[in-house]
C-alpha cells in the first residue's frame, strides 16, 4: 500500500495538465472552508454563500470528472433496464395511492419540519434572509433538508401529499439504489429479489409515504456503495465522482445515515486489499473523497465550531444515561439487566418486538410471516456462504440505532437497515432457486408481497398510528 502511495503520488505531480487539476481543486476546497467558517454561526444568510459553495462542488467536478472513457451506465431497452423500469414504476404507484391520507395526518414532526420550512425559508419578514442550509438546527437534523421540503410543497402542492412526493420519489428510487449495491456485491438474481423485496417491504412503503428526511437513507446508501464499487470494476472514474456526491449529500439529511462512513469504510479497506492496482485505486478513491470533502466541508466546520449543537440529538437519543436506564426498568434496575434489555429488544425487533414509537407503531415487528422466517435463513447462509456485508449492515445499524438509543425498538432508528433486511430475506430465495426446488421461491416471494402489501393497504390503513392526525400547516402564517 505505500508503494501505491507513493506511485499515486508520483503520477498525480508528473504531468502539468494533473497537477494544474489538483491546484484548482485545492482552491476549491479553500472557497467551501471559507464559506463554512465565515457562516458556521450565522442561523440566517443572504443566498450568495449557497451558490459560492455551489461553484466550488461545479469546480470539482470540471476538474475532476474523467474527459474521456467508458461510460458508467449504458441505457438500452433489455431486460434489465425494461423489468427496472417496470420495478420503479410498481414502487412508484405503491407510494403514491392514497398518500394524502394514509398516513391519515401529519405527524408532529412532519408539521413542525414544514411549519419551519414556510415561515424560515425565503419569507417576507425575515428582511431578504433565509435560514442557512449548511448547518444543523433543531435536535441536530441538519436544516438543508427544509428546501427540499419547502421546494416539494411548492412545487408538487401545499398539502399533506405534497409536502410527502419527494419522499415517495427517493423511496422509489431506492430500488434501483439498493439493486445496483447487491447486484455489484453479490449477484444479478440476488439483486433482483432483494430490488422486489424492497418495493413491497411495508416498513419502507410507510416511511416512503412520510414528509421526513429519513428514507433518505435508503437511497443514498446504497447507491453511494454500489456506484463506487461499479466505477472501479468498470475503471470508470465517473463512478467515484457520483459516489461522492451521495456521501457529502448524506451529511446534510438523516443523521442516521452517517452509519454509511462505516459501511463504506470496509467496501474501501477489502477493495484496496483484493486490488493490485494499487496506485489507480488510490487516485479512485480520492475522487470520491474530494468531491465528498467539497460538499460536506460547511457542515463539518459547523461541527467543529458548535460542537454541542451538532451533537445536541446525539446526546438526546443516548440509551445509556442513569435517566434512560430508570425510565425504561425503573430505579432499581442495574446496568446488566439494562443491556440485556436493549440486546433483546434491538435484535427482536426483526422478529418478535413491534416499534414502540408513534412514527409507525404498526403492532408487529419489523418482519411477518414468511419473510422473518427466511430472514433467519439469511443469517445462516450468510455464514455459510461467507457474504458478511449484510449481515455487518444489519448488526451495525441494530448496535447504533438499538443498543445505543433510548426507547428501543424505534422504527425511524432502524430504516438504515431496510436494504439489508430485505437482502438477508432475498439470500434463501436465490438459494431456493438454484435448486430443484425453485418453483418454491417463486411461491414465496408471492406469499410475501401478497402478506405484506395486504397488512399495509388493509390492516394498518385501517388502525395507524394515533400520531398521524395534524393538518397541514397555514402556508401563510
Request: net charge positive.
Amino acid at each position: 500500500m505505500r508503494d501505491g502511495i507513493r506511485e499515486a503520488w508520483q503520477t498525480l505531480w508528473s504531468s502539468p495538465q494533473i497537477s494544474r487539476r489538483v491546484i484548482y481543486i485545492f482552491i476549491a476546497l479553500l472557497i467551501s472552508t471559507w464559506v463554512g467558517f465565515r457562516y458556521a454561526k450565522e442561523a440566517y444568510i443572504q443566498i450568495t454563500p449557497v451558490l459560492i459553495w455551489l461553484y466550488a462542488i461545479v469546480m470539482v467536478f470540471a476538474f475532476l470528472y474523467p474527459r474521456q472513457g467508458a461510460a458508467l451506465f449504458r441505457l438500452k431497452m433489455n431486460q434489465t433496464w425494461g423489468g427496472m423500469i417496470l420495478l420503479l414504476a410498481a414502487a412508484f404507484a405503491l407510494r403514491l395511492y392514497n398518500l394524502e391520507h394514509l398516513p391519515p395526518g401529519f405527524h408532529g414532526d412532519e408539521s413542525g419540519s414544514m411549519s419551519f420550512a414556510l415561515e424560515q425559508i425565503f419569507h417576507p419578514a425575515n428582511g431578504g434572509l433565509t435560514v442557512h442550509p449548511l448547518r444543523s438546527g433543531l435536535d441536530s437534523q441538519p436544516v438543508f433538508y427544509s428546501y427540499i421540503l419547502y421546494y416539494s410543497a411548492k412545487l408538487f402542492g401545499y398539502t399533506i401529499a405534497g409536502a410527502r412526493m419527494t419522499s415517495v420519489i427517493v423511496g422509489a428510487l431506492a430500488i434501483a439504489g439498493t439493486f445496483l449495491l447487491v447486484d455489484e456485491m453479490a449477484d444479478r438474481k440476488t439483486a433482483w429479489f432483494t430490488a422486489i423485496l424492497v418495493t413491497v417491504y411495508h416498513y419502507h412503503i410507510h416511511w416512503s409515504r412520510i414528509g421526513l428526511s429519513n428514507i433518505w437513507v435508503t437511497l443514498l446508501l446504497p447507491l453511494c456503495i454500489g456506484l463506487f464499487l461499479r466505477g472501479w470494476r468498470l475503471r470508470v472514474g465517473s463512478g467515484a465522482m457520483w459516489a461522492g456526491v451521495c456521501l457529502g449529500l448524506t451529511a446534510y439529511l438523516y443523521t442516521g445515515g452517517y452509519v454509511l462512513i462505516f459501511l463504506l469504510g470496509v467496501v474501501i479497506l477489502y477493495t484496496a486489499w483484493k486490488t493490485n492496482e494499487k496506485a489507480g485505486y488510490i487516485i479512485y478513491t480520492g475522487r470520491m473523497l474530494t468531491v465528498a470533502i467539497v460538499i460536506a466541508l460547511p457542515l463539518m466546520i459547523f461541527a467543529l465550531v458548535w460542537p454541542e449543537a451538532f451533537l445536541d440529538r446525539a446526546v438526546t437519543i443516548y440509551g445509556w444515561s442513569p435517566a434512560a436506564i430508570t425510565s425504561t426498568l425503573g430505579e432499581n434496575a442495574t446496568s446488566w439487566q439494562y443491556f440485556i434489555y436493549q440486546v433483546v429488544h434491538s435484535f427482536g425487533a426483526y422478529n418478535y418486538y413491534s416499534d414502540v414509537t408513534g412514527f409507525y407503531a404498526p403492532q408487529i415487528p419489523f418482519l411477518i410471516g414468511i419473510s422473518s422466517v427466511l430472514f433467519l435463513g439469511g443469517i445462516v447462509l450468510s455464514f455459510y456462504q461467507r457474504q458478511y456485508f449484510a449481515l455487518f449492515w444489519m448488526a451495525l445499524v441494530t448496535l447504533l440505532g438499538g443498543v445505543m438509543t433510548v426507547g428501543t425498538p424505534g422504527s425511524s432508528h432502524f430504516i438504515p437497515v431496510i436494504p439489508a433486511i430485505c437482502w438477508l430475506v432475498a439470500m434463501p430465495l436465490r438459494w431456493l432457486q438454484e435448486t430443484k426446488y425453485r418453483n418454491w421461491a417463486y411461491l414465496l416471494l408471492a406469499g410475501i408481497i401478497l402478506t405484506d402489501l395486504y397488512f399495509y393497504f388493509v390492516i394498518y390503513a385501517n388502525d395507524p398510528s394515533y400520531d398521524f392526525r395534524l393538518e397541514f400547516p397555514n402556508p401563510n402564517p
